[in-house]
């Protein structure tokens, strides 16, 4: 288990949902936790909740996509703070709306977001890490990402480069004393999750369902360790490998599923 107190953090995506929880949780734990999103109403109400039991954590505006913007705070937290310990990669955006246009400015801007921002912020921090011997970076990807099903290609496309990136990258860095870590949480009952059933996505199974509190424990417990994938709901490993085995049974399957 990776040691929070007196560690300095950086969740993105920390207005809501997961990223909230984690920054709550590693202030909790006795890290310095510096919220970055785009919302600032939330990130003031995050502001409030989080200083009283941890005081010189603080929240920034920041919009991820902007990947000069993004590492420009990094580096101002570095500046400030004398070093990051730990970055969460999970600002995010879901699979495009039924009615957005298929076309290369939609799946860029998934992308922009999803993945280059990710790749952004892993290697800005890298640096001082590996100099230290000493970090841990969570990019928060999806089980789409390892079995895309219909209408995310844009979601699952960049949640699978994601996932590629921070593999491969982890084995340069894991004997240097930073670990990288992939979370796949499962399905969560957040405003993105939400936001899917509402456009049509069938209830997944209760046996992929997590909360906010159990994801962000798992995380705090996991980050640190030899693994690099944090699984939160480990049976939805299943749906790669028979996707691989029996290909045909699976597409079936997937249709049948939704419909």
């Known amino acids: 288990m990776f040691e929070l107190r007196g560690a300095v953090a950086v969740v993105t995506g920390a207005s809501s949902g997961l990223g909230r929880r984690f920054a709550l949780d590693m202030a909790v734990g006795g890290a310095t936790v510096i919220g970055l999103a785009r919302r600032r109403d939330l990130l003031a109400s995050l502001a409030e909740e989080i200083r009283p039991v941890s005081p010189r954590s603080s929240t920034m505006a920041c919009d991820v996509s902007d990947t000069d913007g993004f590492v420009a705070v990094l580096r101002g937290v570095e500046s400030e703070h004398g070093r990051i310990d730990v970055l969460v990669n ?13 076309d290369l400015t939609v799946y860029r801007a998934v992308m922009e977001t999803n993945y280059f921002a990710t790749v952004a912020g892993t290697l800005a921090v890298l640096p001082g890490m590996l100099e230290r011997r000493h970090g841990v970076v969570v990019n928060v990807s999806s089980d789409s990402g390892r079995a895309p099903g219909p209408h995310e290609a844009a979601y699952g496309a960049s949640k699978a480069a994601l996932s590629a990136f921070t593999e491969s990258l982890s084995f340069d860095t894991e004997d240097k004393g930073v670990h990288l870590h992939v979370l796949y949480p499962g399905w969560v009952p957040t405003a993105m999750g939400n936001e899917a059933l509402d456009a049509g996505m069938p209830m997944p199974p209760r046996m992929v369902r997590r909360s906010e509190e159990q994801v962000s424990h798992l995380v705090l417990a996991r980050m640190g360790g030899a693994k690099v994938d944090i699984d939160a709901a480990p049976i939805a490993k299943l749906a790669p490998v028979g996707r691989a085995l029996f290909p045909g049974a699976y597409r079936k399957g997937v249709r049948r599923a939704t419909g």
């Open 90 to 102: 999970n600002a995010g955006v879901g699979p495009p709306r039924g009615d957005e246009p298929l």
